[in-house]
């Protein structure tokens, strides 16, 4: 199986840029996608196939990335951002997988 | 407007059959192209993706719970489901269906629904 490794938890300030990092076991091409869940809530897509902005997400948030490492962006950072971050990978068709999930607080 | 929403039995037994159910509007599975997929979420092994099913009726499965998994549709219905034979408490989770698209990103999901496995 492909892992995404992901770091636990991020603080930041409103106002600030933040990166939220995946690392992927294997090359992965650009089939990475970006999730946010709010406590209670589902999944919500942000970004797919590395940089593609989903529709009605906020151009505060980007994606960047191909092969093993990505970067999901938020710039600025707004209170609302508040929630924790996937990332699923479906190059291999057969057999998608999710990160841990990185949990962005704000100070 | 696409939405999805799951039902279960709340609460079984170990070694009982969770069957669950995906009641979605705003497209049809009987379309060329169409995918929805299961994936639970637990406390301890966080988001893990179960099955796919297809328009056409292609089914892929998690190897690692292939033996015990069965997905199935009812496109007159709007429905899909999943069926996870052997349940044990490490089951435990909020099971989700979605709507696949693209290259494999899940644009849409259902609200979720809880399954506690206990004696």
């Known amino acids: 199986d492909t892992v995404l490794t992901q770091s636990p938890a991020l603080a930041v300030s409103p106002g600030e840029r933040v990166s939220i990092s995946c690392r992927a076991s294997?090359?992965?091409?650009?089939?990475m996608h970006w999730y946010q869940q709010k406590p209670g809530q589902q999944p919500k897509l942000l970004i797919y196939?590395?940089?593609n902005l989903a529709s009605g997400v906020p151009a505060r948030f980007s994606g960047s990335g191909s092969g093993t490492d990505f970067t999901l962006t938020i710039d600025p950072v707004e209170a609302d951002d508040t929630a924790t971050y996937f990332c699923q990978q479906s190059w291999n068709d057969l057999m998608y997988t999710f990160g841990a999930g990185t949990k962005l607080e704000l100070k | 407007q696409v939405t999805l929403k799951e039902s279960g039995p709340g609460i079984l037994q170990p070694s009982q059959t969770l069957s669950l159910t995906c009641s979605f509007s705003g497209f049809s599975l009987s379309t060329y192209g169409m995918c929805v997929g299961w994936i639970r979420q637990s406390s301890g092994k966080g988001l893990e993706w179960l099955a796919n099913i297809w328009w056409n009726d292609d089914k892929y499965y998690n190897p690692s719970l292939k033996n015990r998994l069965t997905i199935s549709k009812d496109t007159s219905n709007n429905q899909a489901f999943l069926k996870i034979t052997n349940m044990d408490t490490a089951d435990t989770a909020t099971y989700y269906c979605?709507?696949?698209?693209?290259?494999?990103?899940?644009?849409?999901w259902g609200q979720g629904t809880l399954v506690t496995v206990s004696s």
């Open positions: 196939k590395a940089s």
């Open positions: 294997e090359g992965v091409n650009s089939y």
């Open positions: 979605a709507r696949r698209l693209g290259a494999g990103w899940f644009a849409y």
